[in-house]
Protein backbone atom coordinates (compact mmCIF):
# COMPACT_ATOMS: atom_id res chain seq x y z
CA UNK A 1 0.00 0.00 0.00
CA UNK A 2 1.31 3.36 -1.04
CA UNK A 3 1.93 5.79 1.72
CA UNK A 4 0.61 9.77 0.42
CA UNK A 5 -0.04 12.99 2.66
CA UNK A 6 -3.13 14.42 3.45
CA UNK A 7 -2.24 17.51 1.88
CA UNK A 8 0.69 18.85 0.03
CA UNK A 9 2.77 21.89 2.12
CA UNK A 10 1.76 21.14 5.47
CA UNK A 11 4.55 18.71 5.90
CA UNK A 12 8.06 17.72 4.29
CA UNK A 13 6.91 14.33 2.12
CA UNK A 14 8.65 11.68 1.88
CA UNK A 15 11.12 12.52 5.10
CA UNK A 16 12.62 9.99 7.79
CA UNK A 17 12.41 13.08 9.86
CA UNK A 18 9.04 15.05 8.86
CA UNK A 19 8.86 18.98 9.79
CA UNK A 20 6.03 21.21 9.74
CA UNK A 21 5.94 23.88 7.38
CA UNK A 22 5.32 27.12 8.50
CA UNK A 23 6.03 30.36 7.19
CA UNK A 24 7.96 33.28 8.92
CA UNK A 25 7.05 37.41 8.30
CA UNK A 26 9.89 38.95 7.22
CA UNK A 27 9.25 42.14 8.46
CA UNK A 28 8.31 41.50 11.90
CA UNK A 29 9.55 37.75 12.60
CA UNK A 30 6.01 36.07 13.76
CA UNK A 31 6.13 32.48 12.38
CA UNK A 32 2.66 30.97 11.22
CA UNK A 33 1.74 27.58 10.71
CA UNK A 34 -0.14 26.71 7.84
CA UNK A 35 2.10 28.76 6.33
CA UNK A 36 0.14 31.91 4.89
CA UNK A 37 1.04 34.28 1.86
CA UNK A 38 0.46 37.46 4.14
CA UNK A 39 1.60 38.15 7.55
CA UNK A 40 -1.18 37.93 10.13
CA UNK A 41 0.53 40.62 12.28
CA UNK A 42 1.76 43.24 9.86
CA UNK A 43 0.17 42.46 6.35
CA UNK A 44 3.52 41.72 5.18
CA UNK A 45 3.48 40.34 1.91
CA UNK A 46 7.11 39.26 2.30
CA UNK A 47 6.32 35.54 3.85
CA UNK A 48 9.21 33.23 3.87
CA UNK A 49 8.75 29.14 3.65
CA UNK A 50 10.20 28.03 7.34
CA UNK A 51 10.55 24.05 8.44
CA UNK A 52 9.38 24.21 12.09
CA UNK A 53 11.20 22.66 15.28
CA UNK A 54 10.09 18.79 15.65
CA UNK A 55 9.77 18.92 19.28
CA UNK A 56 7.97 21.34 21.48
CA UNK A 57 5.82 21.55 24.60
CA UNK A 58 1.71 20.59 25.41
CA UNK A 59 0.19 24.18 25.92
CA UNK A 60 -3.44 23.38 25.87
CA UNK A 61 -5.53 19.68 25.05
CA UNK A 62 -8.57 18.12 25.31
CA UNK A 63 -9.83 14.77 23.70
CA UNK A 64 -12.26 14.26 20.65
CA UNK A 65 -14.99 11.66 22.11
CA UNK A 66 -16.67 11.23 18.63
CA UNK A 67 -15.94 12.05 14.80
CA UNK A 68 -15.94 15.70 14.19
CA UNK A 69 -18.48 16.93 11.46
CA UNK A 70 -17.53 15.75 7.75
CA UNK A 71 -16.54 17.91 5.79
CA UNK A 72 -14.19 18.27 6.27
CA UNK A 73 -13.41 15.77 8.47
CA UNK A 74 -12.48 12.62 6.31
CA UNK A 75 -11.43 9.96 9.04
CA UNK A 76 -13.03 6.97 10.51
CA UNK A 77 -16.75 7.47 11.77
CA UNK A 78 -18.77 4.60 13.67
CA UNK A 79 -17.17 2.04 15.05
CA UNK A 80 -13.99 2.55 13.98
CA UNK A 81 -13.56 5.70 15.86
CA UNK A 82 -11.25 5.95 17.98
CA UNK A 83 -11.36 8.87 20.12
CA UNK A 84 -7.79 11.00 20.24
CA UNK A 85 -6.68 14.03 21.54
CA UNK A 86 -6.10 17.37 20.08
CA UNK A 87 -4.52 20.63 21.16
CA UNK A 88 -2.03 23.05 21.05
CA UNK A 89 1.72 22.52 20.81
CA UNK A 90 4.23 25.07 21.68
CA UNK A 91 7.11 24.90 19.27
CA UNK A 92 10.15 27.07 21.11
CA UNK A 93 10.64 30.66 20.18
CA UNK A 94 8.37 30.07 16.91
CA UNK A 95 4.23 29.12 17.23
CA UNK A 96 1.82 27.10 18.65
CA UNK A 97 0.60 24.51 16.55
CA UNK A 98 -3.28 22.81 16.16
CA UNK A 99 -2.97 19.13 16.09
CA UNK A 100 -3.77 15.82 16.19
CA UNK A 101 -2.62 14.07 19.63
CA UNK A 102 -1.69 9.91 19.40
CA UNK A 103 -3.06 9.37 22.62
CA UNK A 104 -6.31 10.83 24.71
CA UNK A 105 -4.61 9.54 27.97
CA UNK A 106 -1.62 9.92 29.92
CA UNK A 107 -1.52 13.78 28.65
CA UNK A 108 0.01 16.73 30.95
CA UNK A 109 0.35 20.24 29.97
CA UNK A 110 3.88 21.68 29.34
CA UNK A 111 5.08 17.72 28.51
CA UNK A 112 7.88 17.41 25.87
CA UNK A 113 5.98 16.25 22.28
CA UNK A 114 7.58 15.21 19.21
CA UNK A 115 6.07 14.95 15.77
CA UNK A 116 5.29 11.94 14.22
CA UNK A 117 3.01 11.32 10.59
CA UNK A 118 0.26 8.80 11.38
CA UNK A 119 -2.44 6.36 9.15
CA UNK A 120 -5.38 9.00 8.43
CA UNK A 121 -7.56 6.65 6.51
CA UNK A 122 -7.58 4.98 3.00
CA UNK A 123 -8.31 6.85 0.03
CA UNK A 124 -10.31 5.07 -2.48
CA UNK A 125 -7.29 4.00 -4.70
CA UNK A 126 -6.17 2.19 -1.67
CA UNK A 127 -3.60 4.63 -0.49
CA UNK A 128 -2.77 5.04 2.99
CA UNK A 129 -3.15 8.97 3.94
CA UNK A 130 -1.00 9.80 6.44
CA UNK A 131 -1.26 13.49 8.60
CA UNK A 132 0.54 14.81 11.16
CA UNK A 133 -0.20 14.75 15.25
CA UNK A 134 2.42 15.02 17.93
CA UNK A 135 3.04 11.87 20.41
CA UNK A 136 4.64 12.29 24.03
CA UNK A 137 8.56 11.94 24.12
CA UNK A 138 10.22 9.42 26.54
ZN1 LIG B 1 4.65 40.67 9.91
Do not use: H
Amino acid sequence: MARVPVAEGVFTWPSDDPQLIGSRCSACGIVTFPAQDSCPRCASTEMAERLLPRRGRLWAWTTQEFPPPSPPYSGAVGDAFVPFGVGYVELPDEVKVETRLTTANGLRIGMDMELVLVPFRTDDAGNEVVTFAFRPVG
